[in-house]
């Protein structure tokens, strides 16, 4: 028998991609479900009332002026699509907040546990009945407290440091956790500590190599998978056009010694590629959230020593 698996990463709070994450079931006619990564949003956009039914926002340097509820909630609706979690505020509330900005710390933590409580209601009422099953693992962006109200659910699996039973005696062993970053996220490590974490989900499988997935957030170093420009870390500013391997050599490592017959990875939303490491099938189908596109993958698990049938998505 075959199993059949839809595998999208790095939604980055982007409510269009969310729900079309989970209608993926039912588009792909497929048996599982995996969303390998960074589920949150990244900030909040202002949306400042200005008086008399007007309203005012900017979003990628560009400012939109708004007339009415209809425009707002249209707008509102646009703000999250592209990934951010849209909050309306008073002039002096926007000063009050520039002044404490721990203040708005509070209220980014909040729209993102809203946001996650909502896209988990919204899972399981499409889910309901239905026998899909549904993965999803933070990612290094990722709050400790997303997998509390991810395992609130009655549909969705929480991947972080699992290792998950699928059809036909298939297995995904699932980590969200990077290499370090630039950005200092939640859930980043130096490789030695990223290595020993993830040998220790490893060490959780009882599946053969044939039946073992890999779901880690982190592509594999030095492959088409984790080509990125090239960051000053100093400075956090983009060099030029040059480019850089920023994979985890330990998620490489492990690759090569587990050779399971798929892994699959995201972090790095240019490098959308599949590249075979030894036995292993490697794929990060990149992101395009902003855009409000859902980057994906159709994979077919036959329980042969290799992966022939998978097919790269954009919808």
Request: net charge negative.
């Given at each position: 028998m075959?199993?059949?698996?839809?595998?999208?990463?790095?939604?980055?709070?982007?409510?269009?991609?969310?729900?079309k994450f989970i209608n993926s079931a039912k588009h792909y006619e497929v048996d599982v479900l995996i969303l390998g990564g960074d589920m949150t949003g990244k900030a909040i956009v202002p949306i400042v009332d200005e008086g008399g039914g007007?309203?005012?926002?900017?979003?990628?340097?560009?400012?939109?002026?708004l007339q009415g509820e209809d425009e707002l909630v249209a707008n509102e609706r646009l703000v999250a699509d592209h990934g951010y979690y849209p909050v309306r505020m008073t002039h002096?509330?926007?000063?009050?907040?520039?002044?404490?900005?721990?203040?708005?710390?509070?209220v980014f933590t909040r729209e993102m546990r809203g946001t996650v409580e909502r896209w988990v209601q919204f899972a399981d009422e499409r889910l309901a009945g239905s026998k899909i099953q549904c993965i999803v693992c933070p990612g290094n962006d990722g709050h400790d407290d997303i997998d509390e109200i991810l395992a609130t659910s009655k549909s969705i699996t929480v991947g972080e440091g699992n290792v998950i039973d699928m059809p036909e005696g298939f297995q995904l062993a699932s980590s969200g956790w990077t290499n370090l970053t630039p950005w200092d996220t939640p859930r980043e490590e130096d490789e030695p500590a990223?290595?020993?974490?993830?040998?220790?989900?490893?060490?959780?499988?009882?599946?053969?190599?044939?039946?073992?997935?890999?779901?880690?957030?982190?592509?594999?170093y030095d492959t088409q998978l984790d080509v990125a420009p090239k960051i000053d870390w100093e400075t956090l500013?983009?060099?030029?056009?040059?480019?850089?391997?920023?994979?985890?050599?330990?998620v490489k490592e492990i690759i090569q010694e587990v050779q399971p017959i798929l892994s699959l990875h995201g972090h790095i939303h240019e490098s959308r590629a599949a590249e075979r490491i030894g036995r292993t099938l490697a794929i990060n189908p990149g992101s395009s959230y902003v855009e409000g596109t859902l980057s994906g993958v159709v994979v077919e698990l036959d329980g042969k020593s290799k992966v022939k049938r998978y097919r790269l998505t954009l919808g």
């Amino acid at each position: 028998m075959k199993v059949r698996l839809f595998f999208a990463t790095d939604v980055h709070g982007s409510e269009v991609c969310w729900r079309k994450f989970i209608n993926s079931a039912k588009h792909y006619e497929v048996d599982v479900l995996i969303l390998g990564g960074d589920m949150t949003g990244k900030a909040i956009v202002p949306i400042v009332d200005e008086g008399g039914g007007r309203w005012q926002f900017s979003m990628q340097d560009q400012v939109h002026s708004l007339q009415g509820e209809d425009e707002l909630v249209a707008n509102e609706r646009l703000v999250a699509d592209h990934g951010y979690y849209p909050v309306r505020m008073t002039h002096d509330e926007v000063q009050d907040f520039t002044a404490h900005p721990e203040k708005l710390d509070d209220v980014f933590t909040r729209e993102m546990r809203g946001t996650v409580e909502r896209w988990v209601q919204f899972a399981d009422e499409r889910l309901a009945g239905s026998k899909i099953q549904c993965i999803v693992c933070p990612g290094n962006d990722g709050h400790d407290d997303i997998d509390e109200i991810l395992a609130t659910s009655k549909s969705i699996t929480v991947g972080e440091g699992n290792v998950i039973d699928m059809p036909e005696g298939f297995q995904l062993a699932s980590s969200g956790w990077t290499n370090l970053t630039p950005w200092d996220t939640p859930r980043e490590e130096d490789e030695p500590a990223l290595k020993a974490r993830l040998l220790s989900v490893m060490a959780q499988a009882t599946a053969p190599p044939e039946r073992l997935v890999m779901g880690l957030h982190a592509p594999p170093y030095d492959t088409q998978l984790d080509v990125a420009p090239k960051i000053d870390w100093e400075t956090l500013t983009v060099q030029g056009q040059d480019t850089a391997h920023v994979g985890s050599s330990a998620v490489k490592e492990i690759i090569q010694e587990v050779q399971p017959i798929l892994s699959l990875h995201g972090h790095i939303h240019e490098s959308r590629a599949a590249e075979r490491i030894g036995r292993t099938l490697a794929i990060n189908p990149g992101s395009s959230y902003v855009e409000g596109t859902l980057s994906g993958v159709v994979v077919e698990l036959d329980g042969k020593s290799k992966v022939k049938r998978y097919r790269l998505t954009l919808g």
